[in-house]
């Protein structure tokens, strides 16, 4: 039923970890994305995937690694992590990708790094 | 450059009472324009969009309407009920930019009753 899902739904780590957080989509959808959701609930757009192409890379440290093995999946590895990465990261998915598609965003993973 | 200016929160209202949370942007072209409401705990959610100027979204009796001329895109509700205490977000995407969404910083609502 769930149309955005991802996992883990928490995850507290140590600094200088590697962890991977999953996220698959059953719409059908063919871009996928990538939010950071800051303390202050600020949201910003880190990756997007069009059919498992890179589409848009913000200026996002080369820690943090999406992989696409298909257009329903869309994952985000973050190499040797931070305390300033902790944060909630929504992944998000849309029909395509026109500035009109309505993006549908699964619940979140708070990522908490100690 | 590209943003979104959001009135800061918390807003704090009686239940029934009248909503405005501000909205303006800054964007080239005819960007679509977005409100996402975020409930605690939990991921965002589309509320209501408009994708061409002087387009009026709705939905669960929100309203905004896309006003080119002060580039803006004021959520209201005529009569705020206690389930609606969330945390709103404006935000719009431009033609090719990868449907990337530009969001403004959240104000949070808390009804009362």
């Known amino acids: 039923d769930t149309a955005v899902s991802q996992t883990p739904k928490y995850l507290v780590t140590q600094m200088g970890n590697d962890k991977s957080i999953k996220c698959e989509q059953n719409l059908g959808h063919d871009t996928m994305y990538w939010y950071k959701q800051d303390s202050k609930k600020f949201l910003k757009i880190m990756f997007s995937y069009n059919n498992k192409e890179l589409i848009i890379n913000e200026t996002v440290p080369n820690r943090f690694s999406p992989k696409s093995p298909d257009k329903a999946h869309l994952n985000l590895h973050i190499n040797s992590l931070e305390l300033g990465d902790s944060a909630v990261y929504f992944c998000a998915s849309s029909r395509g990708q026109g500035a009109v598609e309505t993006q549908y965003f699964g619940p979140g993973t708070r990522l908490l790094v100690l | ?113």
């Open chain 2, 1 to 113: 450059g590209d943003s979104v200016t959001q009135m800061e929160g918390p807003v704090t209202l009686s239940e029934e009472a009248f909503l405005t949370i501000n909205c303006t942007y800054t964007a080239t072209g005819y960007p679509s324009l977005f409100w996402y409401v975020q409930y605690p705990g939990e991921g965002l959610q589309l509320l209501l969009k408009a994708t061409k100027a002087d387009d009026k979204g709705s939905n669960k009796g929100f309203e905004a309407t896309y006003r080119k001329e002060t580039t803006s895109f004021h959520l209201e509700k005529g009569s705020v009920q206690v389930s609606d205490s969330a945390v709103y977000f404006c935000a719009w995407a431009s033609t090719g930019g990868g449907n990337k969404l530009t969001f403004g910083t959240g104000t949070q609502l808390k009804v009362e009753l």
